[in-house]
């Protein structure tokens, strides 16, 4: 399985604070059954000015740590952008999820969907892939329940063959719609399966993945404390919310 978001870099944001949570998240994240994360720290102007070169080194510094530590993960390096002036200022110089051109992005919560569309299409102009960080966490993307699709596809956590087409979004949706048809890929927090960020946020993951919008999972962990509360209970909600819509079909399953 595959995190693609996750804070586990130690004191570069409000991730991780050493390298002994590090490694006390890689372990836990090992023994779930991932083989590879996605070391994806905020970049966030003024608050934390991670640059692509210091997120690789310290990658390169963890991933160390963790082989002398007998921990069997294999790290990438990424980044967490707000999307922003700044951010689309820098797009020269952007850190992708490891050797894709797949860049990680948050949206404001106070971001008009205009602005959006207009950030992301000028990523896609520059060959980028925006993959939107939790939608689920944002009203900006909230989803109706009302006709909802039976079942949509989930490329879950690990490398699945390109799907050939992109998911099919209800009406409902005019944002994520339009969003998805410009190449956009949406990335769910299995946090958010577990109710890490209320009832809300669980719900509308819920309304996400049965209508197939979430094209890659993250924990989104910050610390083991978390890690460990939410990981266990968000994976097994996965499987069994699949099993429920798909009818087996879409199962997460380890390899």
Known sequence: MIDWHCHLLPGLDDGSRNLDESLAMGRLLAEAGFTDIYCTPHCLHGAYDNTPRGVRHATSG?????????????LHPGMEYYLDEIMLANLDDLQ????????????????????????????LRRKWVPVMAHPERFPLFERSPARETPCGWLRRLWPLRKMSSLPVVPQTEPLTQTLANMGCLFQGNISSFAGWYGPDVTEQARL??????YDYFGTDAHNPKGLKKTLAAGL????????????GDGILAKG
């Open 62 to 74: 963890l991933q160390q740590a963790f082989l002398e530590h007998g921990i069997p993960l294999t």
């Open 96 to 123: 992708p999820l490891g050797d894709t051109r797949m860049v990680l992005v948050e949206a404001a919560q106070q971001a008009s969907p205009e602005f959006v569309k207009q950030a992301l299409f000028q990523l």
């Open 208 to 213: 996400h993945l049965a209508g197939g919008l």
């Open 236 to 247: 097994d909600a996965i499987a069994a919310l699949q099993a429920e819509n798909c009818r």
